[in-house]
């Protein structure tokens, strides 16, 4: 069974900083790609950065580029977001996913429908900045 767990939310003050982990497990990690996905009060869910478990390969939407850095360490099934220099609109819950690798990590995570492209979730982790 592939299961997802999220850890490390919290409340932090603008232009603090924050890492997310994400362990997975039930899966073999090179197969998949793994995503963190955000979900605001009221707005869709959107992806924001993606990794390959098969080669590396990261995506970042723009909203985050510069700012925030996917990471794994793969013998402990884990991806991490670091998030650095965070802005009251990253406030959100944040969700770590994953999905079979079968096209490019970047092509499966660009898309507006990602969120539906990606088949296991995990709980989600509140992230709050105050501004």
């Known amino acids: 069974e592939v299961q997802l767990v999220e850890s490390g939310g919290g409340l932090v003050q603008a232009g603090g900083s924050l890492r997310l982990s994400c362990a997975a497990s039930?899966?073999?990690?090179?197969?998949?790609?793994i995503g963190w996905f955000r979900q605001a009060p009221g707005k869709e869910r959107e992806g924001i950065s993606c990794i390959s478990g098969s080669d590396g390969d990261t995506y970042y939407a723009d909203s985050v580029k510069g700012r925030f850095t996917i990471s794994s360490d793969n013998a402990k099934n884990t991806v991490y977001l670091q998030m650095n220099n965070l802005k009251h609109e990253d406030t959100a819950v944040y969700y770590c996913?994953?999905?079979?690798?079968?096209?490019?990590?970047?092509?499966?995570?660009?898309?507006?429908?990602?969120?539906?492209?990606?088949?296991?979730w995990g709980q989600g982790t509140q992230v709050t900045v105050s501004s």
């Open positions: 039930g899966f073999a990690f090179d197969d998949y790609h």
């Open positions: 996913a994953a999905d079979v690798v079968r096209v490019p990590v970047r092509m499966v995570c660009s898309v507006a429908a990602a969120p539906d492209l990606f088949e296991s």
